[in-house]
């Protein structure tokens, strides 16, 4: 029997999916976003002042709504479970601060892409054109992760904020947390592929996780209707168990009910998140809208 010969040009390489090839377009999309992250140092003022800035709204309110002599305190705490106000908010407010970077730095991905005049050829090579979103988000995770540390220790030396629970829980809920935010981060960058701008839909939906999400109030105060639509906000169930493993000294079974909705959530949005990046990549390759502006 003849022994079958490959032609010259094939290339096995070619024409198969390697991992490696994707680990270097996701190594090289992080490296590009934070040689541009660096380039700027400017925006490190910003992770400094926003965890002073934007609680400290709320923390006075609520100092002068709590009275002289902080007598409201106990109607406080017989519905929010805690006295620690502060760090009550606190919690809150930083929960809100991740949702609104993720959606403004992911969801506007793409859109930066198309300013940089990089998008179509980006597009156009053989890479996983989902690893442009994966780059750029891991980028992200890692100045999260400086922003929160940074809020942490800002909090304790300013407004007096006490560590009452478990770091290892608290990091739970947090890793719990990151597909349920970035996979909701993934879906807008999406949009914006036909869309062109998503900054109404960002506005929207930390509107309702500013309003529906308890950032400075517990949900129990809202009308029913308020709290239901409450429970299909993933930023209520970080908020509440942040609070449990932060402040409360919650145990791990205590704060199941809010990580398994919080995963749950997070499989929903990172699947949703992809899928709808297939379609819109579609949409935009049959109206041929991909490099309008």
Do not use: C
């Not at 892409?113 to 090579?125: I, K, P, V």
């Not at 929160?148 to 007096?160: D, H, N, P, Q």
């Not at 990091?171 to 949009?191: M, W």
């Not at 429970?231 to 809010?258: C, K, M, N």
């Amino acid at each position: 029997m003849a022994k079958l010969e490959l032609p010259q040009s094939y290339d096995a390489g070619r024409y198969q999916t390697s991992l490696k090839a994707e680990a270097r377009v996701f190594a090289a999309v992080a490296r590009r976003e934070l040689t541009i992250f660096l380039r700027y140092p400017s925006w490190v003022i910003a992770v400094l002042i926003w965890p002073l800035i934007f609680p400290a709204v709320y923390i006075l309110s609520a100092k002068a709504l709590a009275g002289p002599d902080e007598s409201a305190l106990v109607l406080f705490q017989q519905v929010a479970g805690t006295e620690d106000y502060i760090g009550y908010i606190a919690i809150g407010t930083t929960i809100w601060m991740w949702q609104n970077m993720v959606l403004w730095n992911i969801g506007f991905t793409l859109r930066n892409e198309q300013l940089r005049g990089t998008l179509e050829s980006n597009w156009m090579s053989p890479a996983w054109r989902f690893s442009l979103l994966l780059g750029n988000g891991f980028i992200d995770l890692i100045t999260t992760i400086v922003f929160l540390s940074v809020t942490a220790i800002e909090f304790g030396l300013f407004f007096g904020v006490r560590f009452n629970g478990s770091i290892p829980l608290v990091l739970l809920v947090l890793l719990a947390a990151v597909p349920s935010i970035y996979g909701l981060g993934f879906a807008f960058a999406s949009l914006v592929i036909t869309a062109k701008d998503a900054s109404s839909f960002v506005f929207l939906v930390r509107g309702l996780v500013m309003i529906f999400a308890g950032i400075t109030y517990p949900i129990i105060l809202m009308p029913a209707w308020m709290q239901e639509v409450a429970r299909w906000i993933p930023a209520t169930y970080v908020i509440h168990a942040l609070r449990g493993a932060a402040l409360a000294g919650a145990s791990f079974q205590e704060l199941l009910p809010d990580i398994i909705p919080l995963l749950l959530f997070g499989l929903f949005w990172m699947v949703a998140g992809y899928i709808v990046f297939l379609l819109m990549e579609n949409r935009a390759r049959k109206k041929g809208s991909l490099g309008q502006f």
